[in-house]
């Protein structure tokens, strides 16, 4: 569990405590009680399996795919694959591949819709990019109308490996992941996925760049 999850159950529980002593009607604690649980139960962090496949590309997150689409960026064509986030998933974020992160980048924003195509744009969200065996891969914490709060926990230089817990979006949200546009295909519109586990894409491998070399190197 996220220890997000033990503060706020622990502050409600002490509400609930207040409120029955403090009115002598213990049924009142009932409501802060119920809240109790619920933040234990959101902020739930289970272990998964993380694929060894070479060059997989796996799920930031639990949620459902609502779009894939073509981009372009840095003058290259790339896949966009969106993933929206209810209240009822698992909110802790994963890296999508191994690598070294090259740039992490937080943009301030709206907290509009996050199943809306413009979020993707318009929203707060952190931009983290990663050089990885795969190529160059991004992947966005979008928040949306009820996350209120973006955790990413590495900085730029890190090395992480495919499947690392990297961070965490308060409640309803979204993640991107952005990668070479010849990766193969393995989810579609509307699949559930989970994080650090379904994946979501396989990549063929890129000669390792001097960069990559030179920064894993030195950590």
Do not use: C
Not at 147 to 165: N, P, Y
Request: no cysteine; net charge positive.
């Amino acid at each position: 569990m996220v220890r997000d999850g033990i503060y706020y159950g622990l502050a409600l529980v002490i509400v609930a405590a207040l409120v029955a002593w403090l009115t002598g009607l213990p049924g009142l604690a009932a409501i802060p009680l119920l809240l109790a649980a619920f933040f234990l139960w959101f902020f739930r962090d289970p272990e998964r399996r993380i694929p060894a496949v070479q060059g997989a590309i796996v799920s930031p997150a639990d949620g459902k795919v609502t779009s894939i689409s073509e981009v372009q960026e840095n003058a290259e064509r790339q896949t966009r694959i969106s993933i929206f986030l209810s209240v009822f998933d698992v909110h802790v974020n994963r890296s999508p591949v191994s690598g070294v992160i090259e740039e992490v980048r937080y943009k301030k924003g709206k907290f509009g819709n996050a199943m809306g195509a413009e979020s993707a744009e318009q929203n707060e969200q952190n931009i983290v990019t990663v050089r990885a065996d795969a190529g160059r891969v991004v992947f966005k914490q979008i928040a949306g109308l009820l996350a209120r709060r973006i955790v990413f926990t590495k900085k730029v230089g890190d090395v992480i490996e495919r499947g690392e817990r990297v961070g965490l979006i308060k409640f309803g949200s979204r993640t991107d992941v952005i990668f070479p546009a010849t990766a193969e295909m393995k989810v579609h519109v509307g699949d559930r996925v989970k994080g650090g586990s379904t994946v979501l894409a396989v990549a063929q491998p890129v000669p390792v760049t001097p960069r990559l070399r030179d920064v894993a190197e030195v950590r």
